[in-house]
């Protein structure tokens, strides 16, 4: 019998650890070749690891909660055949001097692993792969590889942020599971660093959330994983960002007259609805070709101008959690293919169908309050974009319209909106343009645009 190393596969380009959620099989369970084995989740998207072979399971490496790299062995299925593809082989070779050419090694512990990954990978299931560094990878990235510690997204971005090396990382004592670094490790060690680094200036006073005390009839839930995430993203984004909002009313009448025209003749003839915001997004990316400082990130004091223009969509979940897909290239998208994008990323996040690159490489987004009768919001920038645009909901207004003939009174779409933006690199006076951009598109608005 042979044994086979089911690894923790790639993700996806950001995607470096997950979450082992549950183990679908136990030690002793019977896999065929594509039963899941486990459920994972990162901190974009949830995920199943199939089995690329047939056999049986006979050990898994971690618990339930535990982050495991990109990489590494998550558990070992025995399979029919000689030979032993488990790097507890190569231990007990090395113990008893008897070590097996370089060659006859490869053919036993790399060969078949590589010729069942790419049937399967060519089948478009996840596989097992075999660890490989990037052609083209950041120095931060590479010294963190380096580390036999993990650190969450957030730990990075913080440290990132503030100039901590992977190596005083390493050296911080962890709070949390297992020994492993928290945020609050890593804020009390800046602190710690501030003081010692300018004793005669006070430093600014930690924040600590105020005791919450319960009363007789409260309900106390543990918040689920994904709220977590979303949790600790939102503090870190108003932790790293100024945020400054600007708003803009926009009327939308020839959209509002298009879209009635169209849409009974649009399902018919694609199966699918069209919603106003394709539309959105559509002006939203044409006025970041015209203002591409919106379209950037923040590395420490430098700007990082994005050529490719991402759009995310915030997309509410049946659970009531929030997930972000990616439209990208959405500048060159015409609109019915702005349209088809949307649909599908909408409708596959609804089911938990999202690929991890669906969600990832976002440059900007935008979110839309008027799904649920907002008139407005003033949303938390996705870091590490410097800008979010939100839509809000359309209502019939009167309003005083310029004719050659004087002022008159008319009833139209009126909606508003709303630019959240980092104030490190956005001004008042760029998010204004921007947003009168947007503004522009969509009240120049064409009643015979065809899609």
Do not use: C
């Not at 060969?111 to 996840?126: L, M, P, R, T, W």
């Not at 990235?141 to 650190?151: G, M, N, V």
């Not at 009635?260 to 003749?265: E, G, L």
């Not at 008319?410 to 947003?435: K, N, Q």
Request: no cysteine; proline share 5%; aromatic share 4%.
């Amino acid at each position: 019998m042979a044994k086979f190393e089911i690894i923790m596969p790639k993700l996806g380009e950001s995607i470096i650890e997950a979450t082992i959620t549950r183990w679908v099989k136990q030690a002793g369970d019977t896999v065929e070749e594509d039963d899941s084995i486990v459920e994972i989740a990162t901190d974009k998207v949830d995920s199943e690891i199939p089995s690329p072979v047939e056999g049986k399971l006979v050990e898994t490496l971690y618990n339930e909660g535990d982050v495991v790299a990109v990489g590494k062995v998550i558990a070992i299925v025995e399979i029919e055949g000689e030979g032993d593809t488990s790097s507890e082989d190569t231990t007990s070779e090395e113990t008893s001097g008897e070590k097996a050419p370089e060659k006859d090694k490869e053919k036993s512990a790399e060969s078949k692993v590589e010729d069942i990954n790419k049937e399967a990978a060519d089948a478009g299931g996840v596989a097992a792969e075999k660890k490989e560094a990037p052609k083209e990878e950041s120095q931060p990235a590479k010294e963190f590889a380096d580390s036999d510690k993990f650190y969450s997204p957030l730990v990075k971005s913080i440290a990132k942020t503030e100039g901590i090396s992977v190596s005083e990382l390493d050296s911080l004592e962890g709070s949390g599971k297992d020994g492993r670094v928290t945020k609050d490790d890593v804020l009390a060690y800046l602190d710690r660093r501030g003081k010692e680094a300018a004793p005669s200036k006070p430093s600014a006073p930690s924040v600590t959330p105020p005791k919450v005390d319960t009363t007789a009839g409260d309900q106390v839930v543990e918040m689920d994983r994904m709220r977590k995430l979303i949790a600790d993203h939102m503090v870190m984004s108003k932790q790293v960002s100024p945020h400054v909002t600007s708003f803009i009313d926009v009327d939308v009448t020839n959209i509002v007259n298009w879209r009635n025209k169209v849409k009974d003749s649009f399902l018919k003839r694609e199966g699918e609805k069209v919603t106003f915001t394709p539309i959105f997004m559509d002006a939203a990316a044409k006025a970041l070709k015209d203002y591409p400082q919106v379209n950037a990130s923040v590395d420490g004091y430098k700007i990082i101008y994005r050529k490719k223009v991402n759009i995310g969509m915030a997309t509410a979940l049946p659970d009531g959690n929030l997930i972000v897909p990616v439209v990208k290239n959405a500048d060159e998208k015409s609109l019915l293919g702005m349209v088809k994008a949307v649909n599908d990323l909408a409708a596959r996040a609804r089911n938990n169908k999202l690929d991890p690159d669906d969600i990832a490489g976002a440059t900007f987004t935008t979110t839309n309050f008027g799904s649920f009768d907002s008139l407005t919001g003033t949303p938390i920038i996705n870091q590490p974009q410097v800008a979010i645009m939100g839509i809000g909901a359309i209502r019939k207004k009167p309003v005083v319209l310029e004719t050659p003939q004087g002022d008159v009174i008319a009833i139209r779409h009126i909606m508003i909106l709303s630019l959240a933006y980092d104030h490190r690199i956005v001004d008042g006076a760029l998010g204004g343009m921007y947003l009168k951009r947007v503004k522009e598109l969509l009240e120049s608005f064409s009643e015979d645009t065809h899609i």
